[in-house]
């Protein structure tokens, strides 16, 4: 069984200061491993993808990620926060080895407000 | 490129009457699509997966005879909500899989569904 636990269920920072995310997954399998971002009232738009190539990935915005099997985390981070990053983060886990279509495991989700 | 839709946005209906959503892929054939429900400020549950031509798979605790799936080609899924009561009132995100990235699902907008 997969699982995924995000750290701080609301994370606050300063417009221009460093944000930082906290996922860790566990999973008995070579994971691939997501980052979700969801707006009000939309869906979810993919930032960013671990999917066994470099464990640094980068993705849209500004945001990238390390993927670090010891310490079975995968945490999103971001140099300079801006407003419009005021978000509900989700960070999710499949693999390739499950008969059930690669179903999504989501973690519970990380408000992210950015402040003046 | 990977753009999923959902119709309507939004809908309004008394209880007791069925409701159907569309998810469309817009730009890829989905070999594979899902459908969540997403209570207010939590995450999302998958309810079922659906492949083109075939039964959907129901997670456990979802009623199959309430939570209609069809997915009748490689771009168009809907689910139909049959004898809505005010607790089927919820935010219901579907996502699309296709053959080029297989590990990925791709998120449509959402639709709200409030059972007056």
């Known amino acids: 069984a997969q699982s995924v636990t995000q750290l701080g269920s609301h994370v606050s920072v300063s417009e221009g200061a460093l944000v930082l995310l906290r996922c860790n997954y566990s999973?008995?399998?070579?994971?691939?491993l997501f980052w979700y971002v969801q707006y009000p009232n939309q869906g979810l738009q993919l930032l960013l993808k671990y999917t066994s190539a470099a464990t640094l990935v980068k993705g849209i915005n500004g945001f990238e990620a390390e993927f670090k099997k010891s310490e079975t985390s995968f945490h999103l981070t971001k140099p300079s926060a801006h407003m419009s990053d005021a978000a509900e983060y989700y960070c999710a886990v499949s693999d390739e080895l499950t008969g059930g279509g690669n179903k999504l495991t989501f973690g519970t989700g990380t408000q992210l407000k950015v402040e003046l | 490129g990977a753009v999923v839709s959902q119709h309507p946005s939004r809908v309004i209906c008394k209880s007791g009457t069925s409701v159907k959503i569309e998810c469309r892929s817009l730009d890829f054939q989905a070999t594979t699509m899902f459908w969540y429900r997403q209570f207010p400020k939590k995450s999302l549950m998958l309810m079922a997966t659906?492949?083109?031509?075939?039964?959907?798979?129901?997670e456990q605790g979802v009623e199959k005879d309430k939570f209609l799936i069809n997915h009748a080609s490689l771009t168009l899924s809907t689910l139909t909500v049959t004898s809505a009561h005010p607790e089927d009132s919820s935010f219901y995100i579907c996502s699309a899989k296709g053959q080029a990235y297989l590990e990925t699902q791709y998120f449509g907008p959402g639709t709200r569904l409030l059972v007056l």
């Open positions: 659906s492949n083109e031509g075939s039964k959907a798979t129901y």
């Open positions: 999973s008995s399998v070579p994971p691939y």
